[in-house]
């Protein structure tokens, strides 16, 4: 079973450029998260998809960054533009509800994550 | 809100030393507690974790016990690889309508020598 898969595993882009990371996660995994780690500190929440519905959005850093769900399966984190804040590595994780509960979840899978350098 | 804090790192060891890495948090509730760890060139993996108070979570010869009492979930390992050189994360899951999010500490850089 493949795990969960990001591109690209590097970019490194000027200010001002747009930069989109995608996220496809396990099959049939209904939660999608996105996670940053910033220079070293900690891994911080960015968003939460539950299938297609942006189910909490309050880690999210500002109206730069937009996250779509296309079908509730692959995921894009979209940058624009792009500012020097922004380098660091950007982790996906999914996964399921237990019993079609939302609130209850198996263990979460992580991918390699995206390190973006804003040059 | 949750935190969660991290002993400073990084660590250096000679292999087949006592490894320790110091884990604390703040929650409210009842959160689940998690170890994840990323190797080089890796992405993260989830080492360890324990769901209630008094539990112990072990694997690949690390452990950890959640306490409630002093809110910690240390990181333990009897004799230390090169080959567990990695970042070590602790991690919490809040209950109730946390839906899954985790609150992570710093990372604590972990590097074995021969």
């Known amino acids: 079973e493949a795990g969960v898969t990001q591109f690209p595993s590097h970019s490194v882009i000027e200010k001002g450029q747009t930069v989109t990371l995608r996220c496809d996660p396990i099959?049939?995994?209904?939660?999608l998260y996105w996670y940053r780690r910033v220079m070293g500190k900690e891994i911080k929440f960015l968003l939460h998809?539950?299938?297609?519905?942006?189910?909490?959005e309050s880690g999210m850093p500002n109206n730069r960054f937009l996250a779509e769900r296309t079908g509730g399966t692959y995921s894009t984190l979209k940058v624009q533009p792009a500012e020097l804040e922004d380098s660091g590595v950007y982790f996906c994780?999914?996964?399921?509800?237990?019993?079609?509960?939302?609130?209850?979840?198996?263990?979460?899978?992580f991918g390699q994550g995206t390190r973006l350098t804003v040059v | 809100g949750d935190s969660v804090t991290q002993m400073e790192g990084p660590v250096t060891l000679s292999e087949e030393a006592f490894l320790t890495i110091n884990c604390t948090y703040t929650?409210?509730?009842?959160?689940?507690l998690f170890w994840y760890v990323q190797y080089p060139g890796e992405g993260l993996q989830l080492l360890l974790k324990?769901?209630?108070?008094?539990d112990k979570g072990s694997n690949k010869g690390f452990e950890a016990t959640y306490r409630k009492e002093t809110t910690s979930f240390h990181l333990e390992k009897g004799s230390v690889q090169v080959s567990d050189s990695a970042v070590y994360f602790c991690?919490?899951?809040?209950?109730?309508?946390?839906?899954?999010?985790?609150?992570f500490g710093q990372g604590t850089i972990l590097t074995v020598h021969p």
């Open positions: 099959s049939g995994h209904d939660n």
């Open positions: 994780a999914s996964s399921q509800a237990v019993g079609g509960d939302v609130r209850r979840n198996t263990e979460a899978f």
């Open positions: 324990a769901t209630k108070a008094d």
């Open positions: 998809f539950v299938k297609e519905s942006k189910q909490d």
């Open positions: 929650a409210t509730g009842y959160p689940s």
């Open positions: 991690a919490l899951r809040g209950g109730g309508t946390s839906y899954g999010k985790l609150t």
